[in-house]
């Protein structure tokens, strides 16, 4: 019964001379994003004294950013440049697919470099036994897998809707909130799963999350020593902003009914674009041992022979 075999993306603007500053825009952005994110990879894997747990939690995080932001832009930018801003069916449904793959992974690890947060600053004479290497790897690998789970079950339930037309998609990048609109058949299942998946994934991440942070603001706040207390809090400060970002805007974004408005785009572009391009800076800025690591690294690379 499905007959659209293309979708028609709005996009951000038809003004041609708009369209042009903004591919120049999103294409700095995009490779910002990149190297920002990968170069976090390179300094994490190549340094040994950022070999530890939180580390190794952030490596996959910017592994991950790299990968969500190439999901979107890429198109984005092809569709600035194109007349015809159009994307097939089987696109479509893999950027879904992805997106929401990516979304919830994000969420597994922000919530397991929270647990890692916590065993560090309430168990510190336990905490290189309980997080071993044994242990980080199945937390990740974990994330990773409820990631890939949440992605196909939720683009198995839309493959059985029918699409008929229209075929309109307003937005710059398949999404599944709009995709749903253009179905032509009850999208009560897909509905359903979307909603249990934000519930149960965005729910339980969210309060693994503020458990860690109470518990980590409450053994802070013990410490008589403000230095000892000021030092728990810069720790934490750079994990906890990029939480902040993620759920703000993820929350936002999904929360506002599906309009194409002006305000659900700049959301969009908020969560989709900008996101992935603050982690690694805010990590690479507020972090000293990345600083200082990333200068270990450039000094080793300036010593090099031609």
Not at 72 to 98: A, D, G
């Amino acid at each position: 019964m499905t007959t659209v075999t293309v979708f028609v993306l709005l996009g951000l603007s038809n003004n041609p001379q708009v369209q042009a500053l903004l591919f120049v825009l999103f294409l700095a952005i995009y490779l910002l994003t990149l190297l920002g994110n990968l170069l976090m990879v390179l300094v994490i894997s190549t340094d040994s004294h950022l070999h530890t747990p939180m580390y190794f939690f952030l490596r996959h995080l910017s592994f991950l950013d790299a990968f969500y932001s190439s999901i979107i832009v890429p198109k984005l930018l092809e569709n600035l440049l194109s007349k015809e801003k159009t994307i097939s069916f089987l696109e479509c449904f893999t950027q879904i697919s992805l997106v929401i793959f990516s979304g919830a992974t994000e969420a597994c690890l922000l919530s397991v470099m929270a647990y890692d947060r916590f065993q560090a600053v309430c168990h510190p004479l336990l905490y290189v036994v309980v997080m071993n290497r044994r242990v980080c790897a199945g937390l990740v690998g974990s994330s990773w897998a409820i990631g890939v789970g949440t992605g196909l079950i939720n683009i198995l339930l839309l493959a059985q809707q029918h699409f008929c037309g229209p075929n309109v998609i307003r937005s710059f990048a398949c999404e599944l909130p709009p995709v749903l609109l253009l179905t032509c058949s009850n999208p009560c299942a897909s509905i359903a799963s979307i909603l249990t998946t934000m519930s149960v994934l965005g729910l339980g991440t969210l309060v693994l999350l503020l458990g860690s942070y109470s518990c980590i603001i409450t053994t802070a706040l013990r410490i008589n020593s403000v230095t000892g207390r000021n030092k728990i809090f810069s720790t934490c400060s750079s994990h906890f902003l990029m939480v902040t970002i993620f759920y703000t805007s993820g929350v936002l974004r999904y929360m506002i009914p599906v309009s194409g408005s002006a305000l659900e785009q700049v959301l969009s572009v908020q969560y989709s674009v900008i996101t992935p391009l603050l982690n690694p800076l805010i990590y690479s800025l507020k972090n000293q041992e990345v600083k200082v690591a990333l200068r270990r690294m450039l000094a080793r690379k300036s010593r090099l022979p031609l």
